[in-house]
């Protein structure tokens, strides 16, 4: 396979030619653990830059893996407000790319950024643990930091006119629903609770084009544009919409180890230690920073 050629994440019969092994070769290396791989979306895939560093480890040349081109200093992943606004006023460096949990790992697994925010539910258990998902990447340097608990809601307009109380009301046909983009936290919370309330896609009403951060379904129900949406109470910010508290999640950040160590990351940390951080969590409201910055997963351990 020319290099040229390869696409970020890879199939199984795609890296056991760019490895030039067969394809049994490769599952038994998932089996054992002992490549890097990941389930996204239910497909098992392998991170192109991932096999390189993969590769580049295993190499006897010690210092193989510092010649692998460095990530942008780019947070990709899901939208998080109080994140967006501690990556600015930190100083950090930190450039923030919205565009889903999913999305934000396929960007880190790419190489095309330094760590990844999401907040992906277990629809088995209904946690949530960036964690085990990070674990099925052996040998590579991955660490997990709790970012904060978040509030999730419904956002609804002002004196909640269609007297919504729980995703279950949604079921009623007039009720025009703004929803995220597939992919993202939001969209996989939404799914588990439907299906909790015994409600299908089917039995919903949608309206217009999926959003693509949290502030985008409270601007839908803002303008009137939608009646109802699944968000975090980050978002609510005025009087012209109200929130219908859910549930409380954990949102993770995943960074590579070595820049974790790096200043860019530090800054952001230690201003999340400050009294300035607390005191803008406590005005957005629906945030638990207790935890923030504590370590998870360790690679390492």
């Given at each position: ?182 992919g993202s936290g939001s969209a996989l919370l939404f799914a588990k609770l ?32 939608a009646d109802v949406g699944l968000a975090i109470k980050a978002v609510v ?65």
């Amino acid at each position: 396979m020319n290099t040229r050629e390869v696409p970020d994440l890879l199939t199984v019969s795609e890296v056991a030619d760019y490895l030039r092994v067969r394809e049994r070769t490769i599952y038994e290396l998932v089996r054992t653990q002992r490549i890097p791989n990941c389930k996204l979306s239910g497909k098992l895939l392998f991170p192109k830059r991932l096999i390189e560093l993969w590769v580049a480890q295993s190499a006897e040349y010690p210092h193989a893996t510092t010649h692998l081109t460095a990530p942008p200093a780019v947070i990709a992943g899901s939208h998080d407000p109080l994140l967006e606004w501690a990556a600015r006023q930190s100083k950090s460096g930190l450039a923030i790319l919205v565009d889903g949990s999913t999305g934000g790992m396929h960007r880190l697994l790419a190489g095309q950024a330094i760590a990844c925010g999401l907040h992906l539910i277990d629809p088995a258990t209904g946690s949530y643990d960036a964690s085990s998902l990070v674990h099925r990447l052996p040998g590579l340097d991955f660490v997990v930091i709790e970012w904060a608990h978040r509030q999730q809601g419904l956002i609804v307009a002002a004196g909640n006119p269609a007297n919504l109380k729980g995703i279950a009301d949604l079921g009623k046909r007039d009720l025009r629903i703004a929803t995220r983009q597939p992919g993202s936290g939001s969209a996989l919370l939404f799914a588990k609770l439907l299906a909790d309330a015994g409600l299908s896609s089917e039995d919903l009403n949608f309206a217009g084009d999926p959003g693509n951060s949290e502030t985008d379904i409270a601007l839908a129900v803002r303008e009137g544009k939608a009646d109802v949406g699944l968000a975090i109470k980050a978002v609510v910010g005025d009087e012209a919409v109200e929130f219908v508290p859910l549930l409380w999640e954990r949102f993770d950040l995943v960074v590579r180890r070595f820049d974790y160590f790096e200043r860019p990351f530090q800054s952001l940390l230690e201003f999340a230690r400050t009294e300035q951080f607390r005191a803008r969590a406590a005005l957005l409201q629906g945030y638990d920073t207790t935890r923030t910055g504590t370590v998870v997963f360790n690679g390492r351990r």
